[in-house]
């Protein structure tokens, strides 16, 4: 079995290659459902799609079928794309095994758009180019076959307009799914798979972007998709159509010679009527459709709608199975297996890439600092917020004073910022959550790997979310303040504050790594810093606290940030100069009930249960430290295992 290859004669003006004909042998796939436990109901297994035979040549072919028929399952089992979980039968190209890394040699456009909305056309293109086309080919060679793509998808005019996001309005729909298209088409594959190319199209843009597909097809690729509800112009354009109904076939062969198919198993299509409409009438048991007693058709009720459904179904599959097409079909698939392997040796999620880890890191953390860059509201903005916030708290702290109420507005902003930072990094949860689908797509399709995404992602966002900020807060609001006006010190403190970032931001991502969901993520990630800053020794004095609890506070973020900039603060600090040593009471009042001040910032440590030695403080440090390298090994590991097959 041989695809084409990626090269220059690929698109230097030579003679295209015919594409790959694939064929699919007793396909049926089912998953689990429910939870297979003993104290609860046993899991039961749903079949989704049920013995499916058939060939695809090269053209283009269209899978059709109700909602909930299987279209897009069946249509990931031929891209490889499927869970194998559930999975048996064979797929085929040129008659034999999928190559392991079929799924990174084939071209799939999914049905979202995946493509970043901040860069331009011609960037995008670029990007797949520099990751999916071997280094052997030259930089020059390269820009050709992208500027050469840009042409035959015929998006010249917008090539250097930017996509566009849900905050800027870029190119138009047609043109967005010609370039989720082109980002495929990039590799020059044998076989495009699309999923449902016309969702959220108009009928005109649809119309156009089927003309390009079947251009495609007419030069020998093969282009298999699935559709719902197609208008007539762009049915005409289909070359074979596979109709399923809850995941068993109907109808397999050339979509022209359908309607003469349900014709002679008694559904004929009224003149003038939409054969895709059609199709999805019969399939839906449509009451015009069913053939009903003259009672029924008056008023059918659900049970006799139900029943007549079940009986078309089982006769629209058993008047395939004996029709004169599936018979020839069956004989010609029996033909291609003949002396064939039924399984492939190689593993089936292999995936494979063209270019070297360096390589994938120097554009994939390109492309990434290039979207925060055109993404202020995610960057600049939030360098904003924090000059603000600073300028408004060390307002409110102006130059705290050497006496009893400057420890406590001390303590106050210490512990402030460090809750901000923490709650700061809440943020961070969408990180792995919002691009999860373009993360997915291009891993799977060998653009790069996992720990390039994981290294790429977290540099981003630590260098410009997290340090950036916290060196501008603590810049602006320190000497705002009046804290401990050494050089060491401060630094100190930018460290600290830094450091409590990273460790609140490596927690953040480590609950939500595995999450879809957004708001779910946030629920936990603020509970768990709720808990954590109730252990953080200001609500409640640490050494109090029963033992049977003290355990806690070790794993509390904002306790070790806070004791270590407490410990930074306080020492060497005098907060009773100028007092005189004998203290004059008034009359009547007991020298018991006195209290005696807190002269020195030691002193208060001590009453707090810090330990203020060179250890006691760097203690701190280690411990946020190790806290931010546990928390990225277990983000990494639910990156590694969440699930990318379908």
């Known amino acids: 079995m041989e695809l084409r290859q990626n090269g220059p004669s690929a698109h230097q ?53 109700a909602t909930g028929s299987g279209k897009s399952s069946f249509l990931d089992v031929l891209a490889a794309r499927k869970d194998p979980a559930g999975l048996s039968g064979e797929v085929l190209i040129d008659g034999a095994p999928q190559p392991a890394d079929f799924k990174c040699r084939s071209g799939y456009v999914v049905q979202d758009d995946v493509v ?82 016309t969702t959220g199209l108009d009928a005109n843009t ?66 003038h009527n939409n054969p895709a409409d059609f199709f999805l009438d019969v399939l839906n048991g449509n009451p015009t459709t069913m053939d009903l007693s003259s009672k029924d058709k008056e008023d059918p009720d659900s049970e006799s709608l139900s029943n007549s459904r079940q009986g078309i179904e089982e006769k629209l599959v058993e008047e395939y199975r004996n029709c004169s097409s599936y018979i020839q079909t069956k004989a010609e698939l029996e033909r291609i ?20 880890f360096s390589t994938q890191f120097r554009w994939v953390l390109k492309r990434t600092f290039r979207n925060l860059v055109l993404n202020p509201q995610t960057s600049v903005a939030q360098v904003l917020v924090t000059i603000v916030l600073a300028l408004i708290i060390g ?54 790997r996992l720990s390039v995404f994981f290294l790429t992602k977290l540099l981003s966002d630590i260098i410009t979310l997290r340090t950036i900020p916290s060196i501008v807060y603590s810049c602006v609001a320190y000497y705002m303040i009046g804290l401990k006006n050494t050089p060491g010190a401060f630094f100190t403190y930018m460290f600290t504050v830094a450091l409590t970032a990273y460790a609140a931001t490596a927690m953040t991502l480590a609950i939500s790594a595995d999450q879809s969901v957004v708001a779910i993520a946030n629920i936990f990630i603020t509970i768990s810093f709720v808990f954590m800053m109730i252990f953080a020794g200001l609500l409640v004095n640490l050494p109090s606290i029963p033992n049977w609890m003290a355990w806690l506070k070790y794993l509390s973020i904002p306790r070790y940030g806070f004791a270590a900039l407490q410990i930074n603060e306080f020492v060497g600090l005098n907060f009773c100069g100028g007092l005189n040593s004998t203290i004059v009471l008034p009359e009547g009042v007991q020298a018991s009930f006195t209290p005696a001040p807190i002269c020195t910032g030691e002193t208060f440590l001590e009453k707090q249960g810090i330990e203020y030695s060179t250890w006691g403080l760097w203690q701190n440090h280690v411990a946020l430290g190790s806290l931010t390298v546990c928390f990225l090994v277990i983000t990494y590991l639910k990156l590694h295992f969440i699930k990318k097959f379908t």
């Open 206 to 271: 649809a119309c156009s972007v089927l003309l390009l597909l079947k251009k495609m097809g007419n030069a020998g690729r093969n282009i298999i998709m699935s559709i719902h509800q197609p208008r007539y112009s762009i049915y005409s354009l289909f070359d074979s159509l596979t109709l399923l109904l809850n995941g068993q076939q109907v109808y397999h062969g050339q979509a022209q010679s359908a309607l003469e198919y349900f014709s002679e198993i008694g559904y004929s299509c009224e003149p």
């Open 116 to 197: 970043m909305g901040t860069l331009t056309v011609r960037e995008n293109f670029r990007f797949s180019a520099a990751l999916r086309l071997p280094s052997s080919i030259s930089e020059q060679d390269k820009e050709e076959k992208v500027n050469k793509l840009i042409k035959e998808l015929g998006l010249t005019k917008v090539a250097d307009s930017r996509v566009g996001t849900q905050l800027f309005r870029g190119i138009s729909g047609g043109e967005r799914k010609r370039t989720n298209i082109g980002m495929e088409l990039i590799i020059d594959p044998s076989v495009l798979f699309l999923d449902e190319p």
């Open 337 to 356: 297996m003949c002396g064939k392997p039924t399984k492939s040796s190689t593993p089936f999620r292999t995936i494979t890439y063209a270019n070297s």
């Open 395 to 448: 307002a409110i702290f102006f130059n705290v004073q050497m006496d009893e109420s400057g420890i406590q507005n001390r303590t106050g902003t210490l512990f402030f910022v460090i809750i901000n930072q923490c709650f700061s990094s809440v943020s961070a949860a969408e990180l792995f959550i919002t691009g999860r689908k373009l993360f997915i797509h291009e891993y799977i399709s060998g653009y790069y």
């Open 13 to 65: 003006g030579g003679p295209q290659r015919p594409g790959a004909v694939v064929s699919f042998h007793n396909i049926h796939y089912k998953v689990k459902q429910g939870f297979n436990c003993p104290c609860w109901r046993k899991a039961t297994t749903k079949d989704i799609l049920i013995d499916l035979n058939g060939l695809m040549k090269p053209g283009l072919n269209a899978i059709m079928g």
